[in-house]
Every structure is written in C-alpha cells, then in structure tokens.
C-alpha cells in the first residue's frame, strides 16, 4: 500500500501529464487548423503556394530550397503559437526541414479535429 506521500506524488506527476497533455492538444490544434491567422506565402516563379498550417508545409517542404527561409519560417511558427519549434529552426537553421517533421509528427498524436 502506498503511503499517503507517495500517494501525494502520484496524484500531482498524473496531474502534470494531464496537463501537458492538454497544452499539447491546444499546441496541435493552433498548428494543424490556425484560426485567425495568415498563411505564409512562399513565391516560386510566376505563382505562390499559401501555406495556412503545419501539414501544408510538411508537404511543401520539398519547395524550400534555401536556408536563410527557416528563419521566416519560425517567425510564421511562432506566429501561430509555437515557440518552442521557432527557438530550434533559429538554433539549427540548416536542420529546419528535420525539425518541421519531427514536430508535425510528435503533435499529430494530440491533434483532434472539432
């Protein structure tokens, strides 16, 4: 039997994980279905393509070509809530296609369409 401490520590890591489970969830959703937001605009030849969310520019990552577009791409990042993906673009910035999958990847599992 668990004493009450124990008991005690449980109860706030289980709270903890709640937690950062729904911050995740809001995360997902302010990437993936942005609301009131622009989408970036990535200029190619004679046309645009409209970026609005995290998969569109998964998908179009391929249309990136130089480095120097991670960093208007995490100010965009950071326009729609993600902070933390917008400090690890600016640290890595020859890495920024990487970090892009690796964080759609990782917040797709929270995300749930309403």
């Known amino acids: 039997m668990l004493s009450h401490a124990e008991t005690e520590k449980k109860r706030r890591t289980v709270r903890r994980i709640k937690e950062k489970k ?3 969830s809001r995360l997902s959703a302010s990437l993936f279905e942005p609301v009131g937001k622009n989408p970036y605009y990535l200029n190619r030849g004679n046309g ?3 970026i609005r969310n995290l998969r569109d520019l ?3 990552l391929d249309a990136f070509s130089r480095e120097e577009e991670a960093h208007w791409l995490a100010s965009w990042l950071e326009y729609l809530g993600d902070n933390e993906i917008a400090t690890r673009i600016r640290a890595r910035p020859e890495r920024f296609k990487e970090i892009i999958m690796e964080r759609c990847d990782e917040l797709s ?3 749930r369409r309403t």
């Open 22 to 24: 729904e911050a995740m």
């Open 48 to 50: 645009s393509i409209a």
């Open 58 to 60: 998964r998908d179009n």
């Open 109 to 111: 599992e929270f995300y």
